[in-house]
């Protein structure tokens, strides 16, 4: 089992940048696979980004492509999303969750069984 407590978000202008942390409790944090998902008010739940256990292989959805970059680091227990270039439409409360599994369900919430309790970004000027 793995708890996660995101952090680093605030409130940003447009163009700015912010990096959000995962920090996970537990010595099996290596096992999991990691996602950071977003959600914004009156709106579903959506997949940003994953990487898997090793880090050798990272998924982002094309909205974020070029602008977010999702990392680990293993010995700190901890996964990371550089943001730049925000937009307003990334206003959201991210999250990001674990999950033993690496299949098309990774872009998916239901493929996650671990969640933290998200930490709100706001893009606005």
């Known amino acids: 089992q793995v708890q996660l407590v995101e952090s680093g978000g605030g409130l940003v202008q447009p163009g700015g940048s912010l990096r959000l942390s995962c920090a996970a409790s537990?010595?099996?944090?290596?096992?999991?696979?990691m996602g950071w998902f977003r959600q914004a008010p009156g709106k579903e739940r959506e997949f940003v980004a994953a990487?898997?256990?090793?880090?050798?292989?990272?998924y982002s959805t094309d909205s974020v492509k070029g602008r977010f970059t999702i990392s680990r680091d293993n010995a700190k227990n901890t996964v990371y999303l550089q943001m730049n270039s925000l937009e307003p439409e990334d206003t959201a409360v991210y999250y990001c969750?674990?999950?033993?599994?690496?299949?098309?369900?990774?872009?998916?919430?239901?493929?996650?069984?671990?969640w933290g309790q998200g930490t709100q970004v706001t893009v606005s000027s």
């Open positions: 969750a674990a999950t033993n599994t690496w299949g098309p369900d990774r872009i998916l919430p239901g493929g996650y069984g671990y």
């Open positions: 990487i898997s256990w090793s880090g050798n292989t990272i």
């Open positions: 537990g010595r099996t944090f290596s096992r999991y696979n």
